[in-house]
């Protein structure tokens, strides 16, 4: 079995419902730690950074939902130099380091959700071409991740206090993008009960070399 179970896919798609249930199942049927754990963006002293520039008027805006924040064009590819590190670091420590251990890593969000996070946040396609983002694309490339989707219309009944349809559509684009790059296969949580979709899941995981 896979020594990484890695989900990625936009808000309310299921995923944290997904990786708890797997869990759970995995637990019943192998003799093996399991850690669930994630990782997207604004970590360590970005989130230290974004807290503080949120007070600021220059940095006021939506484009960082969580912290209520917007990086001038001028600052963007340092935003990005700043993002990129501590993924790095966040992903050694609650990926690599866990799987080094012996654990399985159950991943609720992984490298395709840092890639999205960086053109929601800082809304700029051409930071793309970078070569920060060209290598986090690369490392999505090494990694079996399954796309985790609903109907947009089902992830703003999920996520009524965080998305509205616009949004939900337009995460729902760049991920699809993403996954037909990365030829993931696709659970859509919205055809599929919680317990057909955890079977999917596993079965995928479970029957990897």
Request: charged letters at 25%; proline letters at 4%.
């Amino acid at each position: 079995m896979e020594k990484l179970i890695c989900l990625y896919g936009p808000d309310g798609s299921g995923k944290t419902s997904i990786a708890d249930l797997a869990a759970n199942a995995i637990m019943k049927k192998v003799k093996r730690k399991i850690k669930k754990s994630w990782v997207r963006g604004s970590h360590l002293y970005v989130s230290l950074l974004a807290r503080f520039l949120s007070r600021t008027y220059l940095f006021t805006g939506e484009d960082n939902p969580y912290y209520k924040i917007k990086i001038p064009p001028k600052l963007r590819k340092l935003w990005l130099v700043l993002e990129y590190t501590s993924f790095i670091i966040v992903f050694i420590g609650r990926i690599i380091i866990p799987r080094l251990l012996g654990f399985i890593v159950i991943a609720e969000r992984s490298i395709v959700d840092f890639i999205v996070w960086i053109l929601l946040t800082l809304r700029d396609p051409r930071l793309l071409n970078t070569i920060y983002m060209k290598s986090i694309i690369s490392l999505a490339l090494k990694y079996k991740c399954i796309y985790v989707t609903a109907d947009p219309r089902i992830l703003v009944s999920r996520r009524a206090d965080e998305l509205n349809l616009y949004k939900a559509i337009y995460q729902k684009i760049i991920y699809d993008y993403f996954a037909g790059l990365l030829g993931s296969p696709k659970v859509d949580t919205g055809r599929y009960d919680i317990t057909t979709t955890v079977d999917h899941v596993l079965n995928y995981f479970l029957n990897s070399e």
